[in-house]
C-alpha cells in the first residue's frame, strides 16, 4: 500500500483503487487529507470490489459521525480485505473507536486528527 495526500490523488488512473484514510488538521488549521492506493487486490475479491469500497468509505463517515458500532462491524468485515494491505489502518481506528467509547469526545470534535506545533 502506498500513502497519497491531498491532491497527489487526482494523479492516479482510475484503473487503481484509492481509499480514503484520515484527514490532518495542520497547526494554520489547514487540512491535507491521507489516502491509500492498494496495489494488490485478490481476484477473488474482485465481484465484491465496488461494495467493500462503499464499506470503507461509509467506516470513515460513520466514525465521523461517532457511530462507533457500525465501525465495529464495518472493520470487522473489511479486515483482510484489500489483500491485507489496510489491516494496520483498521486495527489503529478500531484502537480508537473503542478508546472514544469509553471516553466520549466533546462536542466539538469532527473527527480530524488536529497536529500540533
Not at 490532518?24 to 469500497?53: G, W
Request: negative net charge; aromatic residues 12%; glycine residues 4%.
Amino acid at each position: 500500500m502506498n500513502v497519497i495526500f491531498g491532491d497527489a490523488v487526482k494523479e492516479i488512473p482510475d484503473s487503481f483503487t484509492i481509499l480514503e484514510l484520515d484527514t490532518f488538521r495542520m497547526p494554520n488549521q489547514e487540512m491535507h487529507t491521507a489516502y491509500c492506493v492498494v496495489e494488490t487486490i485478490p481476484l477473488s475479491e474482485f465481484a465484491t470490489l465496488e461494495d467493500y469500497k462503499k464499506i470503507h468509505a461509509d467506516l470513515v463517515k460513520f466514525y465521523r459521525q461517532r457511530q462507533w458500532n457500525y465501525c465495529e462491524h464495518a472493520i470487522e468485515g473489511l479486515m483482510g480485505r484489500w489483500n491485507g494491505e489496510v489491516d494496520s489502518f483498521y486495527t489503529n481506528l478500531l484502537s480508537r473507536v473503542m478508546q472514544l467509547k469509553e471516553n466520549p469526545p466533546s462536542d466539538d470534535w469532527d473527527g480530524l486528527i488536529s497536529l500540533k506545533q
